[in-house]
């Protein structure tokens, strides 16, 4: 140590120990005359007041600590700087951070030393003080007990009293737990107490049961609660502790304890941060202390430096005594409460020591600025701190509730009686009754008198329930219940002599069970045992089935099938026009785990009879396999129909999903064995779909072995991903080849490569594709215009487009669009079809204003395109064009639209697929509404080439609630000529009545084209009529009529439908919990004028 540490520290050490010495003295004197009356009135002996004061010395001595520091670092340095000594040895060249060095360490020492005190020391002592007041001095009963304190009792007991009523004998926010039955405590907590002759009285509390894990696994709640105490508190008096004469590391435990009930402990938090915090200000003071002395060094000592240190330990203080008080609270974390006051007084003591050596030392303004600043980081730290640590989380959900009005707990047998309103919660499980008594050591709760249960949408009643708290089972005598299953539609209504209800199993004995929620059910079925096993079967044993009274069935067992694939299958009886009368059975069976499936038993009037099997075997990681076999006796060719199909899926490694399949089906059509015909058919698809990225591919090879053989084969490829830096990827490869006896027919490959970037405003767009155009016959559509070209290659192109971007606050906006890229299109042109390539680059700018009111019946509209194309080798081109609309309400109700659209164009494409032809045109449109009428009318002239367009009016009524009518069709003004009118009619007064018809005539042909219709009526709760027909004169007359009737019988349905196409009748009889097929109607693909 040099000369001037030992100097320095010299000078510290005298007005450090005086500082210490007359704190202790003024402390003492205090307690002292608060004790006087004890000594006089009470005739306390002397020496017990004696020792109690000695007790307390180690404590006074660490809270005084910090503030003899600051109070000895501004006398000493004062000194020094009075008597110029300090001026002279920073004259020397030594900094001032170098002089208070030694005085910084000192501080830090001294810090280590209150807090190697305050953790061995002061607990021990303090304990001893508050002992000697609390069996000595204080003898009342109550006053014994004081607030925000621990102490133990016989039995493994451990108390904690947050405040303490003497004048109303109450005690609030008491906690007891209990560590006789086990290493993990019982925890009562409740928020107010009575202390009784040999008892306690808790109000308004709850119980927590700890596990294995330390973590809460039950949990009941009482309104007053009577715990038999031992012995008198009076022998309790020894083992009181409040959070002061604890180590930390009780503290800890006693937080950690009562944190896994969920119990706030925001206040115990902040005493244990405290007991490291509050030391540390030592170190704090010595920092902030010392520069304060540069500020005046010649009057620096004296008054200067008690009068500063006074205020500053004031200030520190008074800031620590808010910050605990709100971090007690909750409102900010335990740890940001106590070392508040120290960051915000040491980031300002730090930049001020910096400052003294800095050259050019600032004037006052500049100081207080920067003392400003010290403040504003200070805080700003302390708000951070207070974000990164936030609130403390409460405790997890506690799995098991109880609820009662009164609770008596037998300590011995560890068994709790709860009456009067009974509940208990576990999981989504709750259950009420009049009485329960819960054995806490088994976790078995049995709950008597009016027993209701409650999961969900289920229900159970009964007279008495066994409750298993460890597995959620419950067990119940005399019960009925209402029940879910997912493979059931509704509930399941069951009663019986008693009931075992478990996660996975259930179990019903000399009962019945029915879907239907009458009191009298429609139907039941009685039963001496049913098991129920979710998602799986339900089994029945010494079963009957009962219509009404009526009973219609006995069997000894019966098993039904849960799984979709293992259902039960009623016999399906109907006609068909090929197949004649018919009678489909199927049975589906369980082998075992692993192998599962249906027999099929037809009989076709017309065909003859048939049988079929479908297996399928479930291999584990190695997939599942299915064969299907199916052999109808063809008697209207003589020959064996025959069906065979396998198929494979498999999940294999990185989530990629595998399915295999062949079919092979040799058939004769109607004409007899001269048309045999054999069809084989190999599909391969594997899928991946993963977080970010789909890929999917597809394989399907088709061969048919005829008259004509054809063979028909497609591949494809389908990928989406999205790349780093937010890129949008998408693919798509497919290829088709067909080939028909000797000639190949279609041989395609098509592919687009697109990846898509987001940038502000702008989309960015990299394109890689080349398309051919294929018209299929059997699904070409007439009404949709074929593209221009017969093939185009974009290899590749890119574009940037803009969205709408508005000019100021004016009401326009602009959007670009510029395009770079080589294509190669074959296409016909001018009658030779020919195949261009050529590279492009242009831009396309649009300028729009949007629609602006010039008074309440005029706005206007408009917008003007530019489009500026490059071509490789040819000149480029040029298009400018603009539109302008006018919109006028002369009537209420009534809109006319007038526009001009003109495009001139400068050069030409050599492509057909961006062409841009020049027009100018002038449109109108009327809109009126009169009444529930409403009037479209629309039309324009094209100047360029002197012709109309066609004439479209449209014309809506609401007629009446739920029913409207539709009028639209097309006038050709070239040729003043109507070409067609269509008419809808929908009718749907109520949801019991929905009636749709429409038909199309065509002018040219003079005569109605189609006509539709559909209908769900409900001609009453129990009756149910639907239809649909469709007549197309194109496609040669009734192309379908369809029409069902169906009976409600509640709780089961009986239908009967006939599909005009097909020539079939069909009857079905379902149960409407067992949903099979539902039956629907509606126009599909073959609704045109209503287009569904």
């Known amino acids: 140590m040099r000369i001037l540490d030992r100097y320095v520290v010299r000078e510290f050490m005298g007005p450090f120990f005086l500082s210490i010495s007359a704190f202790i003295i003024i402390v003492l004197s205090g307690q002292l005359f608060m004790l006087v009356d004890f000594i006089i009135q009470k005739k306390v002996p002397l020496l017990a007041v004696v020792r109690m004061l000695l007790y307390s010395l180690p404590g006074i001595v660490v809270q005084v600590l910090p503030i003899a520091v600051l109070f000895a670092v501004l006398i000493s ?76 009792a016989p039995g493994g007991r451990h108390f904690y009293v947050g405040e303490v009523d003497k004048d109303l004998g109450t005690m609030e926010r008491v906690m007891v737990y209990e560590t006789e039955h086990g290493s993990f405590p019982r925890i009562v907590s409740a928020r107010r107490g009575r202390v009784g002759q040999g008892t306690w009285t808790l109000e308004n509390g709850s119980i927590h049961e700890l596990d294995a894990d330390g973590h809460v696994r039950m949990s009941m709640s009482f309104d007053r609660l009577e715990i038999t105490m031992d012995s008198t508190m009076e022998q309790f008096a020894s083992s009181q502790k409040t959070p002061q004469e604890m180590t930390r590391k009780e503290l800890k435990s006693h937080i950690d304890l009562f944190e896994k009930s969920g119990i706030r402990v925001e206040g115990l938090r902040v005493e244990y941060h405290l007991k490291l915090a509050q030391p540390v200000a030592a170190l704090v003071f010595a920092v902030i202390g010392a520069p304060l002395v540069v500020r005046s060094p010649r009057h620096g000592g004296g008054y200067f430096g008690i009068v500063a240190a006074a205020v500053l330990s004031f200030a520190y ?19 940001t409460a106590v070392w508040l006051p120290n960051v915000a007084f040491l980031i300002p003591g730090v930049i001020m020591l910096v400052k003294v050596d800095w050259p050019g030392r600032p004037n006052g303004r500049g100081s207080r600025r920067h003392g400003q600043t010290a403040l504003v980081l200070a805080l700003a730290l302390a708000w951070v701190l207070s974000l990164l640590l936030g609130v403390p989380a409460s405790a997890a959900t506690i799995p098991v509730r109880a609820n009662a009005q009164l609770m008596v707990f037998d300590g011995a047998l560890e068994i709790w009686d709860l009456s009067g309103e009974v509940e208990i919660t576990y999981k989504d499980t709750v259950i009420r009754g009049d009485r329960a008594q819960i054995d806490a050591g088994a976790k078995r709760a049995v709950i008597t008198g009016s027993v209701w249960v409650e999961r969900g949408d289920e229900v159970l009643k009964g007279a008495v329930a ?54 009298k059910p429609h139907w039941r079925i009685e ?18 089935y009962y219509e009404g009274n009526v009973k219609l069935l006995s069997l000894p067992r019966l098993t039904i099938p849960l799984k979709e694939d293992q259902r039960l299958e009623l016999p399906k009886i109907g006609y068909g026009a090929r197949e004649g009368w018919y009678v489909k059975t199927q049975y589906n069976y369980r082998l075992s785990d692993i192998s599962s499936g249906s027999l099929h038993a037809d009989y076709y009037q017309l065909l003859g009879p048939a049988a079929g099997v479908r297996n399928q075997l479930k291999l584990g990681a190695a997939g599942v396999v299915t064969v299907y076999l199916y052999e109808l006796w063809n008697r209207a060719t003589g020959n064996g129909d025959t069906t065979v199909e396998l198929s494979h899926s498999v999940d294999l490694p990185a989530d990629i999903k595998a399915k295999a399949g062949y079919s092979y089906r040799d058939y004769s059509g109607l004409a007899g064995a001269a048309s045999p015909t054999i069809e084989q058919t190999y599909t391969l698809s594997l899928d991946r779909r993963v977080e970010g990225a789909n890929t999917s591919f597809a394989y399907t090879r088709r061969n048919l072995e005829s008259s004509q053989n054809a063979e028909n084969t497609s591949i494809s490829f389908r990928h989406s991903s999205t790349l780093p830096l937010e890129i949008k990827l998408a693919s798509d490869v497919g290829y088709r080849r067909q080939v028909k006896g000797e000639d190949i027919t279609m041989n395609v490959l098509n592919y687009r490569v697109q990846a898509d970037k987001k940038i502000g405003v702008f989309s960015l767009t990299g394109l890689a594709q080349a398309q051919v155009y294929v018209e299929d016959e059997s699904t070409a559509d007439p009404d949709t215009k074929p593209p221009p070209w017969k093939a185009l290659r974009r290899l590749p192109e890119l574009t940037a487009a803009s969205s709408r971007i508005p000019l100021g606050s004016a009401p326009l906006s602009v959007a670009v669009k510029g395009v770079v890229g080589r294509y190669t299109e074959d296409a016909i042109r001018d009658g030779v079809r020919s195949e261009v390539t050529a590279g492009k680059a242009g831009v396309d700018v649009t300028l729009r204003m949007d629609q602006q009111g010039v008074n309440k019946r005029l706005s206007v509209d408009g917008l003007v395109r530019g489009v500026f194309d490059a071509y490789e080798g040819t000149h480029g081109r040029a298009a400018l064009g603009y539109s302008a609309g006018v919109q006028v309400k ?36 009327l809109t009126s509404a009169l009444g529930p009428l409403r009037l479209t009318m629309a039309s324009a002239y094209d100047l360029k080439y002197g012709t109309f367009d066609t004439l479209t009016a449209t014309a809506q009524a609401e007629v009446s609630k739920g029913v409207s009518i539709e009028l639209s069709g097309g ?14 009619v929908v009718i749907q007064p109520s949801p019991q ?100």
């Open 77 to 152: 340095l004062g000194r020094l700087g009075r008597d110029s000594e300090l001026s002279t040895i920073r004259a020397s060249g030594v900094p001032f951070t170098r002089i208070v060095l030694p005085l910084i360490i000192v501080g830090a020492v001294v810090s280590a030393v209150g807090f190697w005190l305050g953790e061995t020391v002061v607990p021990w002592a303090s304990h001893k003080s508050e002992t000697i007041v609390r069996e000595i001095i204080l003898k009342d009963f109550l006053p014994s007990i004081e607030q925000d304190i621990f102490f133990t």
């Open 317 to 335: 203080f008074v800031v620590q005594a808010v910050a605990r008080s709100v971090g007690m609270k909750g409102a900010i974390h335990p740890v």
């Open 466 to 519: 066994t409750y298993d708290m460890s597995t959620g089972g419950i067990v119940v005598e005399q019960t009925w219940a209402k029940l879910q299953d997912d493979q059931v539609k509704g509930f399941l209504f069951l009663s019986g002599a008693g009931l075992v209800k478990k996660d996975n199993y259930l179990r019903l004995s000399e009962g019945s069970v029915t879907t239907c929620d009458l009191d």
């Open 527 to 544: 039963v001496r045992e049913l098991e129920v096993y979710p998602d799986d079967r339900i089994v029945l044993r010494s079963v009957s």
């Open 890 to 925: 002369p009537s209420a109700g009534t809109t006319l639209r007038l526009s001009y659209d003109q495009m001139a164009v400068s050069g030409a494409s050599p492509f057909r697929f961006d062409a841009i032809s020049p027009s100018s045109k002038v449109g109108a449109r």
């Open 971 to 984: 006038y050709d003004i070239q040729r003043a000529a109507a070409k067609s009118l269509l008419g809808r």
């Open 993 to 1092: 009545f929905q009636l749709k018809a429409g038909g199309n005539y065509d002018f040219a042909r003079a005569q109605i084209t189609r006509v539709e219709s559909s209908a769900d009526v409900r001609l009453s709760p129990d009756w149910r009529v639907q239809w649909v027909a469709v007549y197309d004169l194109v496609k040669g007359g009734l192309v379908r009529g369809d029409i069902g009737v169906t009976r409600d019988l509640h709780c089961r349905e009986i239908a009967i439908t006939y599909q005009y196409a097909t020539r079939r009748v069909w009857l079905e009889f379902r149960l409407k919990a067992f949903p099979g097929t539902p039956l629907g109607f509606g126009l599909g693909e073959d609704g045109v004028i209503f287009g569904q």
